[in-house]
T-cell receptor, first 111, second 110 residues
Framework: DGGITQSPKYLFRKEGQNVTLSCEQN?????MYWYRQDPGQGLRLIYY???????QKGDIAEGYSVSREKKESFPLTVTSAQKNPTAFYLC??????????FGAGTRLSVL | GQSLEQPSEVTAVEGAIVQINCTYQ??????LSWYQQHDGGAPTFLSY????GLEETGRFSSFLSRSDSYGYLLLQELQMKDSASYFC???????????FGTGTKLQVIP
């Protein structure tokens, strides 16, 4: 089955720690995205990538980093510089940006 | 920048019709998408309007008026499973980027 897989489903970060969220897709989509969703809020764009080895900052990129070494994979690192990382993180991919396919998400909490 | 406005909550009766509005302010507008998200779940794509008018997909329809910077999602024959949050999203400016609204939480009651 084609789709997007995010792991882990739940993640806990200690003070000063970097953590990496995984996102893998087998839909053969060129574009991939990372969003952050806070309770009762919409989706805010962190980073997006239109093609392998290229990515752009979204609206809230500070404290986050990404890489796009393979078409299938777009991992997100939440660095210690992100002071309020507790949120629901969603990864998506698309052929065209108006129709994005989302993974099941990762819930990140701070210990 | 971009801004989108949607009602925060809507309640409707099972079997009825409900309309969720979305107004936007943006430069370089291309089109308006709608997504559904159940609590704790992933958003799923419902529809996209790139041109003015009505797009129909089963029980769901979406409308766009570019001159009014306005669109809506219409849900007919409401079912309990339609209880979810609905987000509008504008495609504008940079080709591969969309901006999401804050969402409308729809509660369907018996």
């Amino acid at each position: 089955d084609g789709g997007i897989t995010q792991s882990p489903k739940y993640l806990f970060r200690k003070e000063g720690q970097n953590v990496t969220l995984s996102c893998e897709q087998n839909l053969n989509h060129d574009a991939m995205y990372w969003y952050r969703q806070d309770p009762g809020q919409g989706l805010r764009l962190i980073y997006y990538s239109q093609i392998v080895n290229d990515f752009q900052k979204g609206d809230i990129a500070e404290g986050y980093s990404v890489s796009r070494e393979k078409k299938e994979s777009f991992p997100l690192t939440v660095t210690s510089a992100q002071k309020n990382p507790t949120a629901f993180y969603l990864c998506a991919s698309s052929i065209e940006p108006q129709n994005q396919y989302f993974g099941a998400g990762t819930r990140l909490s701070v210990l | 920048g971009q801004s989108l406005e949607q009602p925060s909550e809507v309640t409707a009766v099972e079997g009825a019709i409900v309309q969720i509005n979305c107004t936007y302010q943006t430069s370089g507008f291309y089109g308006l998408s709608w997504y559904q998200q159940h609590d704790g779940g992933a958003p799923t794509f419902l529809s996209y309007n790139g041109l003015d008018g009505l797009e129909e997909t089963g029980r769901f329809s979406s409308f766009l008026s570019r001159s009014d910077s306005y669109g809506y999602l219409l849900l007919q024959e409401l079912q309990m499973k339609d209880s979810a949050s609905y987000f509008c999203a504008v495609k504008s400016g940079g080709y591969q980027k969309v901006t999401f609204g804050t969402g409308t939480k729809l509660q369907v009651i018996p």
